[in-house]
């Protein structure tokens, strides 16, 4: 009885109107009188009960004096799926206090070091809206400066996977590969069919892309359907050793998804909080071994070496808290993984390379990832795992495999001759003859946009050199492909317009 | 032309349509389809061009597959007034790419100390929309917790005050005050009449109520119009030496106001920033001379005398390097200023004391503040400044000027006898007799706004006692006002339930 807020908080029943809008939030709109009434100011929070579903939730308010009427609430799209709500219905309407939560945060703020009971709070209340976006800012901002203690990083990872479902498969060793920071390639779509092939079970769900031409649910999506349920990817799995899903419409870890959304305009990735997410979100189904690439190079988030053998012993650390095995593998990140840029580009290269008709730098480094799962559980010896690997990719067990999987995902294609290529391409050659000594990848990833990636999945670049080899003029460099002509004049222009593949003439010629 | 983003960005013509919500900031809403078109994701920004009026905003974007035609843009309230365009009519709209200033944020970040030119750029970054709240309030924590340098502090105090207006009034000495979390008293409404009745100049613009029981803006508001324009503001102050205006309508230093709308969740208030938030607004109306006032004392923003003294000298510091003389007061902030709370009892207490009906601590304050001023700008010699208050607060030409600036600000109120009292009241009164222990201001503004204060302007509560007062078992201890009877029944639940008023017994009786 001792605190104001228990006289402070009236609650209404007011009537549901939908406002057909996706706000990429949770929002609802109260008549200005209503709102006073409530004591809530545009931007406060609210929280909406729909006693009959017995479900909550915490909204942003913003106010009006029209649309709205004073017996009223306006929601959302977002919020009328998340309550299972209809026009009309009533929801019970009261104004959100100073969530607990806030108090930790502050602790963080001025340098101190969080309880696991804290940080379970913080991760509850961003989930529910109860902290703001502002306040998860401060939150993040906090940790990026005064950083996590090694406790920290494991109380966060916990406090991830225990605010989303979990999956349990019935079947072991359950194995899973993260990289960190990977732009194209997608060696994900090798190693899956591969520890599949060998016997493991590899639950992966992956990401859309945001700033790289494709991710490996664009890609794998030209192959098979990626929305895959909880329940579908426990028992694809569990049949077939392994599945390629999209983690996003799965409530695996929501909030760092929730946090990742803040990180990422500041590019502020503080170490702990990368290594809790990558770790919540395996914990989440169930991954015992796991494998974590981080490719070390120039413009890439682990820029040397030194950095890279530190971060891999906290996963090391952190992993072996959290009851998993984990080894992290330092990879060349200075060229690029693989010579396809683009959804429907890259799924092509993927199919060619478990066909046989390929073998590339891609090709090696997923044989060496599936290697160090092979020896984390203990099928094979350490240094045996890549030959195995590489005997499961030439035998085509590992093509058969993902045929296999691709069919229990609902098969689309599954031959690499059978994906579309665009109808619109561009040929780009190079003006004089000498060595490639240097691809930037994120001009490539640039182009492969410009042209209409990620969201036309037919657009994208194709790589014909590598580093190091010689030409001639004349010679192909690379094509741009699209779907859409005027995006490939433009892709076409940005190409020329900037050195995304840079030639030196070789030392013999160099007398002129 | 070695940039993508010319290349990624297209823009398209649409056709307004207005959705009549107030969202407290810049929403704009897109059929997904449009959308995506122009490579923009939900709760990314786009920039709206009005051709015709030469106007254009950021805003942030919802998007949405029915309400919003594929050729249509929704825009909210706030984007329509700013804009000033109607429905139907067309906008330009284009996604808008990293802003420049990110980058001075992420270097604030990492501990960097920013330059003049770095600092103004976040401030017009922000002010456009073109920084996010999330962005924001990243540099607000870094701020917090790495700290502003002197230079730093200035060049944020400049870059406020010249991204809104500025007034310049045509006389002199222009003078003002400001105080650091004050509470309840309204000391500003005494010093005004005191130093315009001296021959200075006071162009004040204050605050409504956020989480008090009343701002200098509400309670003021009660006596006359508070919402004045700029001109309006200039020629009152010209005209009789001082004005109380609403600050929030003006567009002086409008980036402040949005910044403290992200520390205020948090009430984080970074020591620099603070500093460079007041002394922008001083700087907005042109003041030359200003007195801080710094409470001291439990539970407010300044705890020790120690603290308070660095903060004092630091607002000396930067004033002086903005051309202001500055001098900073510290007072006793343990007690309540006055012994009213809400807008109606506050601005009928103020009338009280100019009417020579009462002197208490806030008369004692107010001539204090009052006085530093007029040795400040040199009118009187150190020591004398506040007989001097006192005098013309004595003699009634204190009153006479207030009843003055009354009249020009659009008089509804100027004696205390015609302030409406609210038609419900509770007195609370002692059970015990004994000694006022302490008296605890935030419980009391708690009462009041239980009863209905800030948004109702006759609730509140009237202070009987004060610490050191001997009472009787019977005695008026405090009064509660209410415009509703219901809440005066919850606000007297709650008095009674929390120690608002502490008595102890006094020594002579402790023999029992």
């Known amino acids: 009885m001792n605190n104001a807020k228990e006289f402070e908080h009236y609650s209404l029943n007011l009537k549901v109107k939908v406002i057909p809008i996706v706000a990429g939030k949770f929002i609802s709109i109260l008549h200005e009188d209503t709102a006073k009434k409530l004591g809530i100011l545009p931007l406060d929070r609210a929280e909406l009960v729909h006693w009959e579903k017995n479900k909550s939730i915490v909204t942003?308010?913003?106010?009006?004096?029209?649309?709205?009427?004073?017996?009223?609430?306006?929601?959302?799209?977002?919020?009328?799926?998340?309550?299972?709500?209809?026009?009309?219905?009533?929801?019970?309407?009261?104004?959100?206090?100073?969530?607990?939560s806030l108090e930790f945060v502050k602790k963080k703020m001025r340098g101190g070091t969080l309880s696991e009971q804290e940080i379970k709070k913080i991760v509850e209340d961003f989930g529910e809206n109860k902290l703001s976006e502002i306040e998860a800012s401060a939150f993040m901002t906090s940790v990026f400066i005064?950083?996590?203690?090694?406790?920290?990083?494991?109380?966060?990872?916990?406090?991830?996977?225990?605010?989303?479902?979990?999956?349990?498969?019935?079947?072991?060793?359950?194995v899973d590969k993260h990289s960190i920071g990977g732009i194209n390639g997608r060696a994900t779509m090798l190693i899956v069919p591969i520890v599949a092939a060998g016997g493991?079970?590899?639950?992966?769900?992956?990401?859309?892309?945001?700033?790289?031409?494709?991710g490996t649910a664009d890609a794998m999506e030209v192959l098979a359907n990626v929305e895959l349920s909880a329940e579908q990817i426990k028992s694809i799995?569990?049949?077939?050793?392994?599945?390629?899903?999209?983690?996003?419409?799965?409530?695996?870890?929501?909030?760092?998804?929730?946090?990742?959304?803040?990180?990422?305009?500041?590019?502020?990735?503080?170490?702990?909080?990368?290594?809790?997410?990558?770790?919540?979100?395996?914990?989440?189904?169930?991954?015992?071994?796991?494998?974590?690439?981080?490719?070390?190079?120039?413009?890439?988030?682990?820029?040397?070496?030194?950095?890279?053998?530190?971060?891999?012993?906290?996963?090391?650390?952190?992993?072996?808290?959290?009851?998993?095995?984990?080894?992290?593998?330092?990879?060349?990140?200075?060229?690029?993984?693989?010579?396809?840029?683009?959804?429907?580009?890259?799924?092509?290269?993927?199919l060619r390379i478990l066909e046989g008709k390929e073998f590339d730098s891609l090709a090696q480094k997923s044989c060496e990832l599936a290697g160090v799962l092979f020896e984390l559980v203990g099928r094979k010896k350490q240094g045996k795992g890549c030959d195995y690997a590489k005997k499961l990719l030439d035998s085509g067990q590992a093509l058969k495999k993902f045929r296999e999987i691709i069919k229990a995902q609902g098969k689309r294609i599954d031959k690499a001759k059978d994906v579309p290529m665009a109808p619109h391409k561009i040929e780009v050659r190079a003006k004089k003859s000498g060595e490639i000594s240097?691809?930037?990848?994120?001009?490539?990833?640039?182009?492969?946009?410009?042209?209409?990636?990620?969201?036309?999945?037919?657009?994208?670049?194709l790589l014909n050199v590598e580093v190091g080899q010689k030409v001639e003029a004349g010679d192909l460099l690379f094509e741009i492909f699209a779907e859409n002509k005027r995006k490939l004049e433009l892709a076409e222009k940005y190409a020329l317009s900037v050195k995304a593949v840079q030639l030196e003439k070789i030392i013999l010629e160099r007398f002129i």
């Not at 493991?200 to 494709?214: E, M, N, Q």
């Not at 959304?261 to 989440?284: F, H, T, Y």
């Open 60 to 100: 942003v308010v913003d106010t009006t004096t029209s649309i709205i009427k004073r017996d009223e609430i306006g929601i959302f799209e977002d919020v009328r799926k998340k309550l299972k709500v209809n026009e009309g219905k009533k929801l019970r309407v009261s104004g959100v206090g100073t969530p607990e």
């Open 146 to 174: 005064n950083g996590y203690t090694l406790n920290e990083t494991v109380a966060m990872a916990r406090a991830l996977t225990e605010n989303g479902i979990t999956i349990k498969l019935d079947v072991e060793p359950v």
């Open 200 to 214: 493991l079970f590899i639950p992966k769900t992956s990401s859309r892309s945001i700033t790289s031409a494709a």
């Open 237 to 350: 799995t569990e049949k077939h050793g392994g599945v390629i899903a999209w983690g996003g419409s799965l409530d695996l870890a929501p909030v760092d998804d929730k946090i990742i959304k803040i990180e990422r305009p500041l590019s502020m990735d503080p170490r702990g909080q990368v290594i809790a997410s990558v770790l919540a979100k395996k914990a989440s189904v169930g991954s015992k071994f796991v494998v974590v690439d981080i490719p070390i190079g120039p413009g890439l988030k682990v820029v040397d070496r030194e950095e890279g053998k530190e971060l891999a012993g906290l996963f090391i650390k952190v992993g072996r808290k959290l009851g998993m095995k984990v080894e992290a593998v330092l990879t060349d990140g200075s060229q690029p993984s693989g010579s396809a840029f683009g959804s429907a580009l890259e799924a092509r290269h993927v």
């Open 438 to 461: 240097f691809i930037d990848v994120k001009k490539m990833i640039n182009i492969a946009k410009i042209a209409g990636a990620p969201s036309e999945k037919l657009s994208g670049v």
